[in-house]
């Protein structure tokens, strides 16, 4: 495991512009394009630490503490950041140990566990947390990582330990929901105060987090531990901020991606991390 074209010739002559000769100011004849809207996003985000210069710290999930899902918790270590896009990691040391895996070619990813999620450390929320949600988001973790995982073709998916797999095994350790109303006050305030709604949005965030082990499926030997927290992106306006667990999805999403490169990669090869500040409104 290895966790433009050519441009067309010719000088055109430039079609003559009506605007030009009758000195009138054009209308604008569509609505703004994609591009346009991210590029305003992006004026809105570097108007908005020019006006509040918070410390960029606030904008990033602080790691998580270890929870018991975890073996051998002293030896978790962020030495690996070079590599690993995760807050903490520890990879076997033991070379006979990848030397039994070597080959294999299919993976599973088991169902996530919820038993070791901690009660909500949020203070500004009030979005309640339900038990059938948190199953929710467990299935949702599992289904993002094995088709992430297929989609890349490395391994094939398999549902059950056997020969030649290998088996990713995740919790959940935090889950605290984003707060809705408070969203929806802090966009109504950026439209009186512009930039405030970005940042009052620290104050809003809901927060998650994840840890994870794989295993020789023969063997049940432990090759890799990670852990990993994320908090919701900051953006100037994110439709996910009107969601219970909208940016929950997206960062489960991220570490799908990650962990798949992780899998199939060189160990020289760098995996970056997610970004604290996001433009995509979805």
């Known amino acids: 495991m290895r966790i433009g074209g050519r441009r067309q010739g010719g000088n055109k002559r430039r079609a003559a512009n009506p605007t030009e000769r009758t000195g009138m100011r054009s209308i604008p004849h569509s609505l703004p394009t994609v591009a346009g809207l991210r590029g305003f996003a992006l004026t809105a985000l570097a108007l908005t630490a020019v006006a509040f210069p918070v410390k960029a710290d606030l904008f990033r999930a602080a790691p998580a503490p270890v929870s018991e899902f975890i073996e051998q918790p002293d030896q978790m270590t962020t030495e690996y950041h070079r590599r690993v896009p995760f807050h903490t990691y520890w990879r076997n040391p033991s070379s006979a140990a990848w030397n039994r895996v070597e080959g ?28 059938e949600e948190a199953i929710r988001l467990a299935a949702y973790t599992q289904t993002q990582f094995e088709n992430r995982l297929a989609r890349s073709g490395a391994y094939t998916v398999v549902r059950g330990n056997g020969p030649d797999t290998l088996v990713l095994e995740l919790a959940l350790i935090e889950m605290n929901p984003t707060n809705i109303a408070g969203n929806v006050v802090r966009t109504g305030a950026s439209v009186v105060v512009p930039g405030s709604g970005v940042a009052g949005g620290v104050f809003t965030k809901g927060r998650i987090a994840i840890e994870g082990k794989l295993r020789n499926g023969e063997t049940g030997e432990l090759l890799v531990q990670f852990t990993d927290s994320a908090r919701d992106k900051l953006t100037p306006f994110s439709f996910r901020d009107f969601t219970a667990y909208g940016h929950a999805r997206a960062a489960i999403n991220d570490w799908a991606k990650q962990f798949d490169a992780l899998s199939r990669t060189p160990r020289t090869q760098r995996i970056h991390g997610s970004l604290a500040l996001g433009v995509n409104p979805f």
């Open 104 to 131: 294999f070619d299919k993976m599973t990813v088991a169902p996530v566990k919820i038993s070791y999620l901690r009660d909500r450390s949020d203070t500004f929320a009030r979005n309640g947390r339900t038990e």
